[in-house]
């Protein structure tokens, strides 16, 4: 991402999904500390929290996914017009030179829309044959987004274990309670 957003029409919105997967990490941190205190002093008002934010957390899951897979189109619609844009700049002026559309050639080893002749010295090297880009950025973050949503289908489904083993836990405290 820092390839793409050196040029001065780079969107700034970029670094907030890192932003983002910060703040999710420290509230995670928050969350974990509050599982670990209420299994250790065997509280189950702090493992009722515990249970909330799994849930809070689980429900955000899901919403991001939702959105993702809704999303998805206008997201390889938004990279191709970048592309596209670097890449009628580049036509415009030869001589400046273009490393956006360096980064886009090497990141998605493709080469032009059409054909590869006029712009054939922003290509990778490696590169053998023409491929199109725009074709390759929706194959790429097609594949992509269908590999993070995995991850997130196996991320929501340890939530739903840690919301199961926290309301058991919260159960059997509860009795043990009862017992004496």
Not at 28 to 53: D, I
Not at 122 to 134: A, F, Q, S, V, Y
């Amino acid at each position: 991402m820092k390839d793409f957003s050196s040029e001065d029409k780079s969107p700034e919105y970029f670094y907030m999904g890192l932003y983002v997967l910060v703040g999710a990490g420290a509230l995670m941190m928050a969350v974990g500390f509050f599982g670990c205190c209420g299994a250790t002093r065997e509280s189950q008002c702090v493992l009722g929290s515990f249970f909330t934010c799994l849930l809070v957390i689980f429900a955000a899951e899901v919403t991001t996914g939702v959105f993702a897979f809704i999303g998805k189109d206008v997201a390889i619609r938004h990279v191709q017009t970048m592309y596209e844009e670097a890449y009628n700049g580049y036509l415009r002026d030869r001589e400046k030179g273009n490393g956006t559309l360096v980064t886009f050639h090497s990141t998605f080893q493709c080469c032009g829309k059409e054909s590869s002749e006029q712009v054939q010295p922003t290509c990778p090297k490696e590169l053998l044959g023409h491929k199109n880009c725009i074709n390759e950025i929706e194959t790429t973050i097609s594949v992509k987004l269908q590999l993070i949503g995995i991850v997130g289908i196996g991320i929501a489904g340890f939530t739903i274990l840690g919301m199961i083993f926290s309301m058991v836990l919260c159960c059997a405290i509860r009795n043990s309670r009862d017992v004496i």
